[in-house]
Structure formats: structure tokens, C-alpha cells
């Protein structure tokens, strides 16, 4: 008898992502979410999209593209539209992963009782999203300005034009990603310190992520 050949999807239902300490051992989030997670995988193995791993977690891809996402947390297990603003959503079950979220939308699973019953929802959720990918629609792109910039940040920009120029090379997402991680600092000091810590990052046209 020919063995299963282990996928990287796989890994991350054993072991999990591998991003915290946690990783492989009884105490990681995928062993508190198994039978929940067994149930969304189900759902996702019928659909038309294909099963990898990236990021150390299941993602589901349409030739190539990312289309959703399944993972673990402490509270709760969750499915992820990577795109999730495109679609219509009668049921109403698509929430913002947070409040500067853009495209993305999530619903969120703490049974199996839960999923089961939201199943139809999230078949046709599924089939919506792929043919959202199959015809190239893409959400809106967020446009920022300078209001958007912390003081800061603005500041900086008037006084360093070397960097001002590298900044407002990068894409709106990135500079946006930059401005909230910015704003995020509740002192004046520390929201300084984000911005020149990150400089070198910036003047090599890199993201706030990478």
C-alpha cells in the first residue's frame, strides 16, 4: 500500500504556521481549531481552487492568485476573502478583519455546529470569489493623501527630501500600511522614532511588511 504523500497544507493542519514558539507542539492554536478547521478544509477541497501553503498557513489559489485563506487564533478559527468587498454577500456573514481593513473580509468560527450551518452561505461565497477571480474584477484602489500623513511624518517629509522622494514613490497601500503602523504610537517621541528606524527601509522603496 502506496503512503499518502504529506502536502504542505497538510503541515500547517499538523503543526501549524510556525511563526510563534508554538509551532509543532500540543499547544499550537490549529490543535484547538482541528475539527473546525477538518470541516472549512471540506467545504474548500470541493471547490475549484487549489490548496497550498503560504505564509505557514492554508491558503486556497486560482491559477496562481490568492483567493482565501483558513486559520487559527486563540478565540476563534476563521475563513478569509482576500477580496472579500467584491462580492454581494446576501446572508450577511463577511465582517472587516479590522477597522483599516480594506478588501479583505472574514468570518469567524468558534464550533462546528456554526459552520455546518453556514455552509450553503459559504459554498456560494466560495463560487463567487472564484468567479470574481476569473474575470479580473479587483476592489478599488484606496487612494491616500496628505491628510492621511501623521504630523510626523509630515514634518519629516519637508525636512528630508531624499526621503520624500522614496515615500512618495511607494504604492498607496504601502504608504498607507506605513502611515497606521506611524499613528499607531500614542507619543509624539515614539511615532518619531517609528519613522527613523524605518528610514532605510523606505529609501529602498520597501513596505512596512517586507
Not at 99 to 116: L, M
Not at 122 to 129: K, V
Not at 193 to 199: F, L, V
Amino acid at each position: 500500500m502506496v503512503a499518502k504523500k504529506i502536502s504542505e497544507a497538510d503541515i500547517y493542519f499538523k503543526e501549524g504556521c510556525g511563526r510563534c514558539s508554538l509551532g509543532g507542539t500540543p499547544t499550537c492554536k490549529v490543535h484547538s481549531w482541528s475539527k473546525e478547521l477538518s470541516a472549512l478544509r471540506k467545504i474548500l477541497l470541493k471547490s475549484a481552487l487549489t490548496e497550498e501553503r503560504k505564509w505557514g498557513v492554508a491558503c486556497y489559489t486560482l491559477s496562481g492568485k490568492n483567493v482565501i485563506m483558513i486559520g487559527a487564533f486563540k478565540e476563534y478559527c476563521s475563513i478569509s476573502f482576500f477580496n472579500g468587498s467584491l462580492l454581494k454577500d446576501p446572508s450577511r456573514i463577511l465582517q472587516k478583519a479590522g477597522a483599516n481593513t480594506q478588501s479583505a473580509r472574514i468570518i469567524r468560527f468558534t464550533s462546528v455546529a456554526e459552520i455546518n450551518k453556514l455552509a450553503p452561505a459559504i459554498r456560494q461565497l466560495i463560487d463567487e470569489a472564484v468567479l470574481a477571480e476569473q474575470s479580473g474584477k479587483k476592489p478599488v484602489a484606496y487612494k491616500i493623501t496628505e491628510s492621511d500623513f501623521p504630523g510626523e511624518l509630515k514634518n519629516y517629509l519637508q525636512s528630508d527630501p531624499v526621503f520624500q522622494k522614496a515615500f512618495m514613490s511607494l504604492t498607496p497601500g504601502r504608504q498607507r500600511a506605513y502611515c497606521i503602523y506611524i499613528s499607531g504610537a500614542k507619543q509624539a517621541a515614539t511615532r518619531m522614532s517609528r519613522i527613523e528606524k524605518n528610514r532605510e527601509k523606505r529609501l529602498a522603496g520597501k513596505g512596512i511588511m517586507d
